[in-house]
């Protein structure tokens, strides 16, 4: 192949472990400008969901059904995307140097001239044992640490187990699943000590992580062999003992707690990156998705208004943009009254500089009537951007008060999902533990959604709602629900579903 016509690079990016979190700095810019990702089996979907739209997404790993695309043919896979696209990203799980075959990869790379640049990640065989927390080495336990393969395609390739069985510090087998029988019995067979302890660590550093602890001589009575789920690593080693006081990860509130979120994915982040937080592995299932309109604002609606009244953030930002349309910023505002229905709007205004003058104590239509009974009169005029549909509470208590007007400046729609994305959500909706909601249309898109596809979920989720105009559209539409958050915002949220939790 000539590939003197390269005209990107090659990154040969590690994952890290599996929290996503834990990809590197330089890794996240590379995964965000990408235009080519080429990845296997050990990445996340919430990962690759963060590369471009546009990028071309190589799938290089083994499918249940099929086989993983040769390492040739991987290789020289690169070498030719490199000469159509300018940034293509290797995204492989942990370090790519690390059992990653990065290393081949960079020698065929260098054969045909493309330029290539590797970014180091964390490998499981150190932070996934983090994770299970057993620290590789410790002062009083293991004073090195050795990383072997524990797979032995070729019995010419076996290691010399008479070496391995004398060394003292920490032993760790990647993918090893399969030969834990045949490396503990090698291990005493050369003179490891029988009670010497082991764990394995199946999914580390993932809601799903488990850890089965026993030694070398017990391994084969002790652990569900033939059960555990890959990935998973073998641990040999004292430092295992350190497990019972570093134990973190596993004891974080919604440790092993499956949680969907649908907010529109451009909002969702925050939220899934709280609920990440405390240990949950989330499910993205954007229900709604914001689209604007054509902007309906006059320099009259600003000059008959005296006060603007904020429903959501969607609102504060649909009217911004059509504020920069009309070639005018917040300065535009000076003499109204803002109102934001609660802290979330609150904030989204203040990004645009705008300190709201009211904020109701309860974050709901039935909030602002409470707080602006005492504040209006009939002269003033209520201009209110929002969401073409929004309940009517609030404007039919203005129309005995004054005048307003509603501004359609956004409307909700069900996004559409790719086949991927689809096959993606499917796989993991059955086993949710939790399913949160942040607006009335999100509950009604999850409905529609659930019929469309035939979906049952587990009998026992349990459905979260953000406020009473969420949760009565839950009702209505015949779920129940379990938990609701009191004030209405997701920091409330979250630490209901903590409580629950529990
Ligand atoms: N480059 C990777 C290793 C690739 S080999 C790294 O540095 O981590 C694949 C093996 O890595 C798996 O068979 C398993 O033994 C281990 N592995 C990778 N991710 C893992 C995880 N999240 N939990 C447990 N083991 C993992």
Redo the contacts with the bound molecule.
């Keep these: 192949m000539n590939s003197k016509y390269a005209i990107g690079t090659v990154y040969l990016v590690?994952a890290g472990?599996?929290d996503i979190g834990l990809l590197t700095n330089k890794g996240l810019a590379l995964l965000k400008s990408c235009d080519c990702l080429v990845y296997d089996r050990?990445i996340q979907d919430e990962m690759l969901a963060l590369a471009p739209a546009s990028c071309e997404k190589v799938y290089v790993g083994k499918a249940a059904s099929d086989h993983a695309m040769p390492q040739e043919q991987i290789n020289l896979l690169l070498c030719e995307k490199a000469k159509h696209f300018k940034t293509v990203v290797r995204l492989?799980?942990?370090?790519?140097y690390?059992?990653?075959r990065g290393g081949e990869e960079g020698e065929v790379l260098r054969a045909h001239n493309v330029p290539f640049e590797v970014v180091p990640?964390i490998?499981?065989?150190i932070g996934?044992l983090a994770y299970a927390g057993i620290p590789i080495t410790h002062r009083h336990h293991a004073s090195s640490f050795h990383v072997f393969t524990g797979h032995f395609k070729d019995d010419s390739k076996d290691h010399d187990w008479s070496v391995v069985a004398k060394i003292e510090g920490t032993l760790v087998f990647?993918?090893?699943?399969g030969s834990i029988p045949y490396i503990t019995s090698q291990l005493i067979q050369f003179g490891k000590k029988a009670s010497t302890p082991i764990a394995v660590?199946?999914?580390?550093?993932?809601s799903s992580q488990q850890v089965f602890e026993s030694t070398l001589e017990k391994a084969l009575d002790e652990l569900p062999i033939g059960k555990i789920k890959?990935?998973?690593?073998l641990v040999v080693g004292e430092v295992i003992h350190m497990r019972e006081t570093l134990n973190w990860f596993e004891s974080k509130p919604l440790f092993g707690k499956k949680i969907a979120v649908t907010r529109a994915t451009a909002q969702s982040s925050h939220f899934s990156a709280m609920l990440r937080a405390q240990g949950a592995s989330v499910i993205e299932l954007p229900m709604i998705s914001i689209e604007s309109l054509p902007t309906l604002l006059q320099q009259d609606h600003l000059m008959q208004s005296t006060q603007i009244w904020f429903t959501s953030e969607n609102g504060v930002h649909e009217f911004m943009k059509s504020l920069w349309a009309l070639h005018l910023d917040s300065r535009a505002l000076f003499k109204h009254k803002i109102l934001a229905i609660g802290p979330t709007t609150s904030k989204c205004l203040e990004q645009y500089g705008i300190r709201p003058d009211f904020v109701p104590v309860r974050y709901t239509q039935e909030g602002i009537i409470e707080l602006m009974e005492t504040q209006l009169s009939a002269s003033d005029h209520v201009l209110i951007p929002g969401a073409q549909v929004m309940r009517s509470l609030l404007t039919d208590w203005l129309a005995k008060i004054c005048s307003y007007e509603k501004l359609t400046v956004y409307q909700t729609i069900r996004p559409e999902y790719s086949a991927d994305e689809l096959s993606s959500i499917l796989k993991k909706i059955e086993t949710l533990d939790y399913v949160t909601f942040a607006s009335g249309s999100a509950v009604q898109h999850f409905h529609e959604f659930l019929k469309q596809y035939e979906v049952s979920l587990s009998a026992d989720v349990k459905f979260a709602s953000i406020g009473p105009v969420t949760s009565s559209t839950l009702e209505e539409l015949g779920y129940p629900v379990h938990l609701s958050a009191n004030p209405h915002t997701l920091d409330t949220l979250l630490k209901v579903l903590m409580a629950d939790a529990k």
């Design positions: 590690g472990p599996g050990l492989k799980g942990g370090d790519p690390v059992f990653g990640g490998s499981s065989s996934g990647l993918m090893s699943i660590v199946s999914n580390a550093a993932s890959s990935p998973a690593l």
